[in-house]
Nanobody
Framework: VQLVESGGGSVQAGGSLRLSCAAS????????MGWFREAPGKEREGVAG????????FYADSVKGRFTISRDNAKNTVYLQMNSLKPEDTAMYYC???????????????WGQGTQVTVS
């Protein structure tokens, strides 16, 4: 199992970024997939997730209405569209797979290596 993130970078407040997570070794539509983030000095937190087999999504309150998670089963890739970014969104963002969907405190079985997002 491998998860490879891309799309991070530096952006001004109010801007947008789209993160991608290319998965291999398993089929993403069979697993709960999501994004977590970890800011300096803070614990890693769940940001968004998408249920297996469904298009049902869930989000942390801090990003609702601004972030959108989606899944392209044909490409075996998960995305996180981030709009109206704020400085407090600055963090390392991790793609994750195989955890209890709907529970942002659940611990995933698989993690990517992370991609940095910096909002100034």
């Amino acid at each position: 199992v491998q998860l490879v993130e891309s799309g991070g970078g530096s952006v001004q407040a109010g801007g947008s970024l789209r993160l991608s997570c290319a998965a291999s070794g398993f089929t993403i539509s069979w697993k709960c997939m999501g994004w977590f983030r970890e800011a300096p000095g803070k614990e890693r937190e769940g940001v968004a997730g998408v249920y297996p087999y469904l298009t049902t999504t869930f989000y942390a309150d801090s990003v609702k209405g601004r972030f959108t998670i989606s899944r392209d089963n044909a490409k075996n890739t998960v995305y996180l569209q981030m709009n109206s970014l704020k400085p407090e969104d600055t963090a390392m963002y991790y793609c994750a797979a195989d955890y209890r969907c709907g529970n942002l405190n659940s611990i995933p079985a698989y993690w990517g290596q992370g991609t940095q997002v910096t909002v100034s």
